[in-house]
């Protein structure tokens, strides 16, 4: 029974050790494009600030990764949370969409807020600073709803 253990362990050390080349995706883009959506729109300060903080890993060409992103396989589940994200909506690339996509998107983000499905719960559970009152929430939707 000892010996089996031991073999376990060692197995999971090497499976551990194997994972962890498993390639990672590096979403930062440093420079802020000219289809950013903040080249687009004048967006106050606060208002800015809430959704950088709150939705930019996921919908952003520029993602801030926490030290636990650089340990496998945690970082396959947060490139793909990242890759479905930014197919969904990158703010990065936001003056690329047509008016009816940018529409679509616009009343999609408020909908999302308003059900509190945006931010991911998971990620707000780490991520703390990433949550929204009742009154970030109302001020963010109130700026969408002004460029709509
Ligand atoms: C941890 C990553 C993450 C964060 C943070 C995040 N999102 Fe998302 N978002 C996703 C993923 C993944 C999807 C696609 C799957 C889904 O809908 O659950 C998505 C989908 C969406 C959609 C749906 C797009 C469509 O066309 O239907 C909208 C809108 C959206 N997010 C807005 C936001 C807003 C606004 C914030 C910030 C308040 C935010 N998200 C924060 C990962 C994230």
Redo the contacts with the bound molecule.
């Keep these: 029974m000892k010996k089996l253990t031991k073999w376990g362990m060692l197995i999971l050390l090497i499976l551990f050790i194997g994972v962890q080349f498993i390639p990672k995706d590096n979403n930062r883009q440093l420079h802020i494009s000219k289809y950013d959506i903040r080249n687009l729109y004048i967006i106050p300060k606060n208002t800015l600030k809430m959704?950088e903080k709150?939705?930019f890993?996921?919908?952003s060409n520029n993602t801030d990764y926490p030290w636990y992103s650089k340990i496998q396989p945690v970082r396959y589940f947060l490139d793909n949370?990242i890759r479905?994200?930014k197919n969904?909506?990158n703010f990065s690339e936001f003056g690329n969409y047509s008016e009816r996509r940018k529409r679509n998107?616009i009343r999609?983000?408020i909908s999302?807020?308003q059900e509190d499905k945006?931010?991911?719960s998971t990620?707000t559970i780490i991520h703390r600073e990433?949550d929204?009152s009742n009154q970030d929430k109302k001020i963010v939707i109130d700026w969408f709803n002004s460029i709509k």
């Design positions: 959704i709150s939705c890993d996921c919908h949370h479905e994200g969904m909506l998107k999609s983000i999302q807020i945006m931010p991911i990620y990433a929204l």
